[in-house]
């Protein structure tokens, strides 16, 4: 199993540690919301309705079904924790950092 395909993990709760040197995705979505949370290196995150620069000790949530793409042109390290579709009402429906 891939861990970059969210959708395909049976796991409720999913959290991804990942480690690149450059990042460069291309643009995707996936059903599952996510926490961004960046510990070392600069993550950019873009989306159809803005973009982010994610630093070391803060995060980004990011929808489920949103069309985002991250880069990084240093090294960077980050989590990516994956919740299963079902969010209640109360989630953010927005990117929030």
Same mark, same amino acid.
């Given at each position: 199993?891939?861990?970059?395909?969210?959708?395909?993990?049976?796991?409720?709760?999913?959290?991804?540690?990942?480690? %690149?040197?450059? /990042?460069?995705? &291309?643009?995707?979505?996936?059903? =599952?919301?996510?926490?961004? *949370?960046?510990?070392?290196?600069?993550?950019?995150?873009?989306?159809?309705?803005?973009?982010?620069?994610?630093?070391? %000790?803060?995060? /980004?949530?990011? &929808?489920?079904?949103?069309?985002? =793409?991250?880069?990084?042109? *240093?090294?960077?390290?980050?989590?990516?924790?994956?919740?299963?579709?079902?969010?209640?009402?109360?989630?953010?429906?927005?990117?929030?950092?």
């Amino acid at each position: 199993m891939d861990a970059s395909d969210l959708d395909g993990i049976a796991l409720p709760l999913f959290v991804d540690a990942i480690h %690149a040197d450059t /990042l460069d995705t &291309p643009w995707r979505a996936h059903r =599952r919301t996510q926490l961004i *949370h960046v510990s070392d290196g600069v993550l950019r995150v873009r989306t159809e309705t803005g973009r982010w620069v994610v630093l070391p %000790a803060h995060a /980004l949530w990011l &929808p489920g079904g949103m069309l985002h =793409r991250l880069s990084a042109t *240093h090294p960077v390290r980050f989590l990516s924790i994956a919740k299963a579709p079902r969010c209640p009402r109360r989630c953010p429906r927005n990117p929030v950092r």
